[in-house]
């Protein structure tokens, strides 16, 4: 069965430190990969997706990057973080098998102070 | 731009009652709809979905309900039980562009004993 993984769970980062989460998924090949954002009482923020190694589509622009190094690992990076990349983020794919819909990870929380 | 909007940020219902979910969305080029759960620090969590050429899908004690003309989707939960309180999340995705998903900003649903 498929299965994806985000980490870490939580964070506590300083403003200006770097930022890494990764995403893996397991139990298939080739997924189309996500990196959403919930902020504090508002909705979820398609911020990257990624349909193969390499190919990066970013939404919006922000302090934030996206890297796919393997066909199921999706990371998500900052050089230096602002106060206001507080949020919690979510990995999510789809691919064969799920149809139209999209599975998500655990999410990890990350707090800049 | 928010594509798909949930006007009620919050929804309290008794227990034993329908709990009605409402979800509208801008982009006529939408043609497939889900509706996610998610709990506090968790990843949502995929309930159910309609495609366009549907009015009605149900499963269990959740059904939901399309409105094309009107651009509107609805969940109804009947009935409700205290273990649905969560946040709720519609979600919409267009056959021409399926790699994104569009998320609404959530209804906090509340069912009380």
């Known amino acids: 069965s498929q299965t994806i993984h985000q980490w870490p769970a939580t964070l506590v980062q300083p403003v200006g430190s770097p930022l890494s989460l990764e995403c893996t998924v397991e139990?298939?090949?080739?997924?189309?990969l996500y990196w959403y954002r919930q902020a504090a009482g508002r909705g979820l923020q398609l911020l990257f997706y990624?349909?193969?190694?390499?190919?990066i589509s970013s939404e919006v622009p922000q302090n934030l990057s996206a890297s796919r190094p393997q066909d199921r690992q999706f990371i998500l990076s900052s050089k230096k973080l602002l106060l206001s990349d507080s949020g919690f983020y979510l990995c999510a794919w789809n691919g064969l098998g799920t149809g139209n819909t999209i599975y998500f990870g655990e999410g990890s929380w990350l707090t800049v102070v | 731009d928010q594509q798909v909007k949930q006007n009620s940020p919050s929804l309290s219902v008794q227990e034993g009652r329908i709990s009605i979910l409402n979800c509208d969305y801008t982009?006529?080029?939408?043609?497939?709809f889900l509706w996610y759960k998610k709990y506090p620090a968790e990843g949502p969590t995929f309930l159910i979905s309609?495609?366009?050429?549907?009015d009605k899908n149900e499963d269990g004690r959740f059904t939901v309900f399309l409105n094309k003309s009107a651009k509107h989707l609805s969940l109804h939960i009947v009935p409700s039980q205290p273990g649905d309180s969560a946040v709720y999340f519609c979600a919409a995705s267009a056959i021409n562009n399926f790699n994104k998903f569009y998320f609404g900003s959530g209804t906090k649903l509340n069912v009380k004993p």
């Open positions: 309609i495609s366009s050429i549907k």
């Open positions: 139990g298939t090949s080739n997924p189309n």
């Open positions: 982009n006529s080029m939408f043609d497939y």
């Open positions: 990624s349909v193969g190694i390499g190919q």
